[in-house]
């Protein structure tokens, strides 16, 4: 089942690369990036709650990731695949401190630093004149030889990483991720670190937001601090709320329908922040489990009324 | 100062005390557990065994004393690395994964005591574990759905997953019918037999206890009151007058 799974996966990230092909690399293209990149966050958000904990700090990862690209790009040259690989690192290390020292709280605490961790790197930006400040930075070029497949290219990779975290989830590292969020006492009585576990899974979620920064400044060209302001971690989590968070499926879901939603919602003049508003409480009302939760539970209904024998109910 | 021990002591706490705020949990408490001995530790309510659980498995820092595992100092050690020196305890209530499969609850223990182990030893070894405590046949059951007396035994699995060398067993007969707390007795006896492993139980269960165990300790108001074999304390007139005295103030 698991084998049949990643096959499948791998099958629909080849898919929506082929798609993006489609799309090209005008309004569609940078909206099939933007999907791609805010199915990786959602995802991201996701994994961190295996422990239990929600991950407000997700847009401050995903903004060093951003900045440390933009950085290596612009003001060291160095190539486009070192420059990812500097976000995915200069993630993991800001992730492994940060994560090192806060994990020690829970629940509220945990989100509350992550916020604030959020809103003080932002203003950190604003103040480094060498990041340039207030207005960001610019010309964050990708390679020329990447052109027009340059969406294809964000696809590829963010369905990569989201497959990465979900081969993690199905591992037995996952297992003991998911064993802490359930009953720490007991996973630390059988003699698993609990605090190492968890600061470890903070830390591949939080390299995965770096990556996904990179792919957004060199989509964008331009950084700003704005770009990375706590709001990113909401959308993350509407996203994430919509979808649903019980199937690695969710996250991705709830990217494709709010961001196409939401660019249609723009079209109209409405204001995303209230539509990003409006969708996490219509789905925490409507859909607790959110859509993919909602569809499975559509599906066992269909199931059992198609075979009332108690041998039906058996899933 | 190191201490020579005969390697057939499992555990020994000398002084052991915990204090909270103005209250003396447990106090001055010294206690030894050999190898393949079943020991029990007893005493009316509040009189200091979960503290003593939590002190001897480093869920709770020792105000003062010692404590030496196989002849290891770990005064003062974490939970964890207690653990890894072959301590696993239980927990009186809920102790286990409550969301995940049963055989997850099991793949969690062996994890936490086969650092290094492939997939494949590591799913033995769930197996193994299921099949010595009877738990083959729920393996893909959600643990917190399972009746009262399974859930008992998947907390025994799940601490014996690691193997541990001295299982500590927080009340793991409660709520448990004649026949469960029968067959619970025997896997004791079988893990102690089949494996050496000692076994230290904090148990209410009067005639199981005096049944199953080779020594007990009797607490009262955080002090040891008494230690001896089952008939010793059976007969000691400090451990009556200590449950009679409860009973009277009930």
Redesign the interface.
């Known amino acids: 089942m698991n084998e049949r799974f990643f096959r499948q996966g791998l099958l629909a990230v080849a898919l929506a690369a082929l798609l993006s092909v489609a799309a090209g690399s005008g309004y569609a293209g940078n909206l099939v990036i933007w999907i791609a990149i805010a199915a990786v966050l959602a995802s991201t958000l996701r994994f961190v709650l295996l422990i239990g904990e929600l991950n407000f700090a997700v847009a401050a990862f995903f903004g060093l990731g951003a900045y440390a690209s933009g950085a290596a790009t612009t003001l060291w040259q160095l190539p486009f695949g070192l420059s990812i690989l500097t976000s995915g690192v200069v993630a993991l290390l800001a992730s492994a401190a940060f994560g090192y020292v806060t994990l020690r709280v829970k629940g509220p605490y945990f989100l509350l630093i992550g916020f604030a961790f959020t809103e003080a790197l932002r203003i950190l930006y604003t103040r480094s004149e060498w990041l340039g400040g207030n207005s960001g930075m610019v010309g964050i070029f990708p390679p020329a030889v990447l052109g027009d497949y340059f969406p294809t290219f964000v696809v590829a990779v963010a369905g990569a990483l989201i497959l990465l975290l979900a081969r993690i989830e199905h591992s037995?590292l996952g297992?003991?991720f998911?064993?802490i969020r359930?009953?720490d006492?007991?996973?630390?009585?059988?003699?698993?670190?609990?605090h190492a576990m968890k600061v470890l899974c903070f830390c591949i979620a939080s390299l995965v937001a770096g990556v996904a920064g990179a792919l957004q400044a060199f989509s964008n060209n331009v950084i700003s601090p704005l770009d990375f302001s706590f709001m990113l971690s909401t959308f993350a989590l509407a996203y994430l709320k919509v979808g649903g968070e019980r199937h690695a499926l969710g996250p991705v879901v709830g990217a494709v329908l709010l961001v196409l939603l939401a660019s249609v919602a723009q079209r109209f003049g409405g204001s995303e922040q209230i539509f990003y508003g409006a969708a996490i409480v219509f789905g925490v009302l409507f859909m607790p489990d959110g859509l993919t939760g909602w569809l499975a539970r559509r599906r066992t209904a269909r199931a059992k009324t198609a075979l009332p024998s108690p041998a039906g109910e058996m899933q | 100062m190191i201490t020579t021990d005969t390697p057939s002591i499992r555990l020994r706490a000398q002084g052991l005390s915990r204090r909270f705020g103005g209250l003396l949990a447990v106090s001055d408490l010294s206690l030894e557990i050999r190898e393949r001995e079943i020991v029990g530790l007893i005493g009316p309510n509040g009189a200091g065994k979960s503290t003593t659980f939590n002190l001897l498995?480093g869920?709770l820092a020792s105000s003062s004393g010692r404590l030496q595992i196989d002849g290891h100092d770990v005064t003062g050690s974490s939970?964890?690395t207690i653990?890894?020196h072959g301590l696993?305890?239980?927990?009186q209530h809920?102790?286990?994964?409550?969301?995940?499969t049963v055989e997850?609850?099991i793949?969690?223990?062996a994890?936490?005591?086969m650092r290094g182990g492939s997939?494949h030893e590591?799913a033995r070894r769930v197996r193994e574990t299921a099949e010595l405590v009877g738990l083959q046949h729920v393996l893909g059951e959600t643990a917190g759905n399972l009746p009262h007396g399974l859930q008992r035994l998947a907390?025994i699995a799940?601490?014996f997953?690691?193997r541990p060398r001295l299982l500590c067993l927080d009340e793991p007969l409660t709520g448990l019918n004649q026949t469960e707390v029968a067959s619970v007795l025997a896997t004791f006896r079988a893990i102690r037999d089949r494996f050496d492993t000692s076994i230290l139980l904090v148990e209410h269960n009067m005639k199981a206890v005096m049944r199953t165990c080779d020594r007990l300790y009797v607490l009262h108001h955080g002090q040891l009151l008494a230690t001896g074999t089952p008939a010793e304390i059976r007969e000691n007139p400090q451990v009556l007058a200590a449950y009679l005295g409860n009973v009277n103030v009930d």
């Open positions: 037995h297992r003991v998911v064993a359930d009953n006492s007991v996973v630390r009585s059988v003699g698993i670190p609990v | 498995s869920f939970a964890e653990s890894r696993v305890r239980t927990f809920g102790s286990m994964m409550r969301t995940m997850d609850n793949l969690i223990g994890i936490g005591g997939r590591r907390s799940i601490a997953a690691p």
